[in-house]
């Protein structure tokens, strides 16, 4: 009989640790509050129109260009980026008119140049860039083949050179 009421204490005290369990974490979850979801900020910004790179000094190197967009409730509507000019040949074509270029063709000798090809890879800031170009450059130093002397007739010359020495 002892046993059974020392059954029924333990019963009764794990049942008490549940209930309280379930108490306690049921009053934690009602204390968080549920974030309200943020609403998109709807703005009537346009995008930013970018002008060309205009280099500092020179007609390449560091420069800026201005940016503008429209909008009445806009913070911003105009703002200036540093930007770089290549001071190679790709500035012909403007720095942001990206090619990509096929391999070089084969010298041409009556001009002594050689051209290759570049399709338009893509255009940064909107600019205004050509679809394709084209491109040249010198061949290099030009070498006629020298005709060559057969080994065999090389060294006997050399050993003529030595008996007469």
């Known amino acids: 009989m002892q046993q059974q009421q020392q059954q029924r204490r ?3 005290a794990a049942l008490l640790a549940l209930v309280f369990l379930l108490a306690a974490v049921s009053t934690a979850e009602a204390g968080k509050k ?3 979801e943020k609403k998109a900020k709807k703005s009537d910004c346009g995008e930013w129109q970018w002008s060309v790179c205009v280099p500092t000094n020179g007609d390449c190197g560091l420069g800026t260009r201005e940016g503008t967009r429209t909008g009445a409730e ?3 509507t105009t703002k200036t980026q540093k930007c770089k000019i290549p001071c190679n040949w790709k500035k012909q074509f403007g720095a942001e008119c990206k090619y990509q270029f096929q391999a070089w063709g084969e010298c ?4 002594a140049l050689k051209t290759r090809t570049g399709n338009l890879k893509r255009a940064l800031h909107n600019a205004d ?3 394709t170009v ?4 010198p061949c290099g130093k030009l070498t006629k083949p020298k005709p060559q ?3 065999k007739k090389k060294k006997e010359g050399k050993k003529q050179e030595k008996m007469l020495d």
Do not use: V
């Not at 041409?108 to 001009?111: G, I, Q, S």
């Not at 084209?134 to 450059?137: E, P, Q, V």
């Open 134 to 137: 084209t491109i040249s450059k």
């Open 74 to 76: 806009c913070k911003q």
């Open 149 to 151: 002397e057969s080994k």
């Open 108 to 111: 041409d000798l009556n001009t």
């Open 129 to 131: 860039c050509q679809k």
């Open 34 to 36: 549920e974030k309200p």
């Open 10 to 12: 333990m019963f009764t």
